[in-house]
């Protein structure tokens, strides 16, 4: 019978810069599934308070008008990498796929590091709040190893190299260019509608409510809603401070869990070809070109 704590025992004995890939999963789809895809939803939502990136997101109305594709495919593209590894047919689909969309757009090299930052930083600073347990220093190193390993495949130049590097990078590019955008503004609000459409149309309210209570008061001065009250942010994180504490009294998973799994994804009930994810920018078309497009054909694969 596997204990709670034997499967970080498992991760500490592995090293961080070798076995990054096998900590990583391990970490993400057996001890902290639920957390994780919480994690990222926020890490993605984070990046539209920068204006350059969420008034392209605007442009592009993937979305606004194709909010839950859109969710799905993105974390389809990632599962497979974390399900399948960065050297196999499925994983270099995958990130060939990004690459392709990425580089149809005018998007800088420091948007993009930030973007890759969030997916370090916010899954560490979910948990310290609302974790079972804290990330150990082998997984933050292992972290920090993905995200590079990743970032080097996307071609992100000038990579943060160790978690304190990532988190650095993205305190300062926050502060720096956190600020009100229209464009971004719909973005959120269509991803909040997003959220709020996973349940029965009654509990909309207080899906967004809850959604609101998360945020931190950066992002709510970046989008310019009203700060909740105390009673639903303490309502809100209590809740999920109580989950973490039945969690870490349930057994450990025995099997993984990987995003394809969730039951927020639901645009693919027949599966899906990971070849066929995600967008395919068309001259012509709202929101492409912009300047910088190139062609994916003109484009590194990798």
Same mark, same amino acid.
């Given at each position: 019978?596997?204990? %709670? ?5 498992e991760?500490?004995?592995? #090293?961080?810069?070798r ?12 001890e902290?599934?639920w957390?994780?895809t919480? +994690?990222?939803e926020? =890490?993605?939502?984070r990046?539209? +308070?920068?204006?350059?990136?969420? %008034?392209?997101?605007?442009?592009? +109305?993937?979305l606004?008008?194709r909010?839950?594709?859109?969710? #799905? ?10 399900? $399948?590894g960065? #050297?196999?047919?499925?994983g270099?689909? =995958? ?6 969309? $990425?580089?149809?757009?005018?998007i800088?090299?420091d948007?993009?590091r930030?973007?890759?930052? !969030? ?18 220093? /082998?997984?933050?190193r292992a972290?920090a =190893? ?5 970032g080097?495949?996307? @071609?992100?130049k #000038?990579?943060?190299q160790?978690?304190?590097?990532f988190?650095r990078?993205?305190?300062t590019?926050? /502060?720096? $260019?956190? @600020?009100?955008?229209? @464009?971004?503004? *719909?973005?959120s ?21 809850a ?12 989008? *310019?809603?009203q ?6 942010? @303490?309502? !809100? ?9 039945a969690?870490?009294?349930?057994p ?5 869990h ?16 990971v070849?066929?994810?995600g967008?395919?920018?068309? &001259?012509g ?5 912009v300047?910088? /497009?190139?062609? &994916? ?6």
């Amino acid at each position: 019978m596997v204990q %709670r704590y034997d499967r970080l025992q498992e991760i500490q004995r592995l #090293d961080p810069e070798r076995d990054f890939l096998e900590i990583y999963r391990l970490t993400v789809t057996y001890e902290f599934p639920w957390d994780i895809t919480r +994690a990222l939803e926020l =890490a993605l939502y984070r990046t539209y +308070a920068v204006p350059s990136i969420g %008034r392209l997101l605007d442009e592009t +109305a993937e979305l606004t008008e194709r909010s839950q594709k859109r969710y #799905d495919d993105t974390a389809l593209l990632l599962d497979t990498v974390v399900e $399948h590894g960065f #050297d196999t047919e499925e994983g270099r689909t =995958a990130v060939r796929r990004i690459n392709q969309m $990425h580089r149809s757009y005018d998007i800088s090299n420091d948007d993009m590091r930030y973007v890759l930052c !969030t997916f370090v930083v916010t899954p560490k600073r979910w948990l310290d709040e609302y974790g079972w347990r804290r990330l150990s220093d /082998h997984e933050l190193r292992a972290f920090a =190893a993905y995200y590079r390993t990743l970032g080097a495949r996307m @071609g992100i130049k #000038d990579l943060p190299q160790t978690y304190e590097d990532f988190e650095r990078t993205l305190d300062t590019y926050e /502060h720096e $260019h956190f @600020g009100w955008d229209a @464009g971004a503004r *719909r973005v959120s609000d269509a991803t909040l509608a997003l959220m709020g459409s996973w349940y029965p149309a009654p509990l909309a309210p207080l899906v967004r409510g809850a959604s609101l209570a998360l945020l931190d008061d950066s992002l709510l001065r970046a989008f *310019r809603y009203q700060r909740p009250g105390a009673v639903a942010r @303490g309502l !809100t994180r209590g809740a999920l401070r109580l989950r973490a504490r039945a969690v870490r009294l349930l057994p450990p998973r025995r099997t993984p869990h990987y995003a394809r799994q969730n039951p927020e994804i639901k645009g693919y009930p027949d599966g899906y070809e990971v070849a066929a994810l995600g967008t395919f920018p068309t &001259p012509g078309v709202r929101g492409c070109p912009v300047p910088g /497009h190139r062609p &994916p054909s003109e484009a590194p694969a990798e």
